[in-house]
């Protein structure tokens, strides 16, 4: 069981997402974390559901608290570390989640503090996010390690460096838009070709839920799996000439690309 008391501040999606996988993992008592923003709306429905502790002003419970997770908005979060800052010490671990945000930044207006900067996606609140995290200057191994525990509880950290954090943003970052999309589109394959929309829909979903299961589990290459459900001159290598055809394979690599561009013009 992790013993450490968190606080997460800014308890918006990707805030809410962290919270709720932590909870759900059952390595941590629901009161060791305290959720921290303006909208007490969100936090009594946080409260009710997750069993969280909750509050409006980090200022107030940030000096008791071993771990500190920045998860607001990054067009605004000087003006609310601005709040609290000087209340943290050493022996605290800063975890930002706030994507284009450097750890230069980071540490110039927090001075000499540990911290962690991490890029997860939404997919935390199901405990299978995929996750990137780079160290500061100031952090230690026993601190990178409550990192990794912490991030683990909510999915697959990997460690990287800084420089490839724009990278992870277009690919796991907003890659959970891009499959959303994809069982979208499968679904609506399906109704096209004459199946209801729910059955057609929870077949997509099981589908892509089993591919990326086998992909783990298996250990092999994704090619060589297609390869094994594509018989000659069968169904499947048609429906995969169609997608090349149509450009999917680009597309998906392409949308990696736009996204990391997009992440490097916000961190400028």
């Known amino acids: 069981m992790i013993k450490q008391k968190i606080a997460v501040i800014g308890a918006g999606n990707m805030g809410d997402a962290l919270i ?63 709040n609290f800052k000087d209340l943290l010490s050493p022996s605290q671990l800063v975890i930002s989640i706030m994507g ?13 503090l540990p911290i962690v900067r991490v890029m997860p996606n939404i997919l935390a609140c199901v405990g299978a996010s995929g996750a990137a995290l780079c160290s500061g200057t100031h952090v230690d191994a026993s601190q990178m390690d409550l990192a990794l525990v912490l991030l683990g509880l909510v999915g697959a950290p990997v460690v990287l460096s800084e420089t490839q954090l724009d990278a992870v943003t277009g690919l796991s970052g907003s890659g959970p838009a891009y499959v ?29 839920l089993g591919a990326a299961k086998m992909v783990l589990e298996k250990e092999e290459h994704p090619a060589i799996l297609k390869d094994q459900v594509t018989s000659a001159g069968g169904t499947t290598i048609a429906g995969l000439h169609a997608m090349e055809q149509s450009g999917v394979r ?11 561009k997009r992440s490097q013009e916000l961190g400028a």
Do not use: C, Y
Not at 36 to 41: G, N, P, S, W
Not at 100 to 112: F, I, S, T
Not at 250 to 260: C, P, R, S
């Open 20 to 82: 709720t996988g932590m909870v759900r993992s059952g390595e941590i008592d629901p009161q060791q974390i305290t959720a921290v923003d303006l909208v007490e709306a969100l936090l009594l429905e946080q409260e009710t559901r997750l069993g969280v502790q909750t509050h409006t002003r980090a200022e107030e419970i940030v000096e008791n608290q071993d771990v500190i997770i920045l998860a607001v908005k990054p067009q605004v979060w000087t003006s609310v570390v601005a």
């Open 100 to 112: 284009g945000v450097r750890l230069a930044a980071l540490e110039q207006e927090l001075g000499e």
């Open 180 to 208: 959303f999309l994809v069982i979208d589109a499968l679904a609506d394959g399906g109704v096209k070709m004459g199946l209801p929309k729910e059955i057609a829909l929870k077949l997509a979903v099981q589908t892509v």
């Open 250 to 260: 680009a597309g998906l690599m392409n949308a990696v690309e736009a996204a990391t």
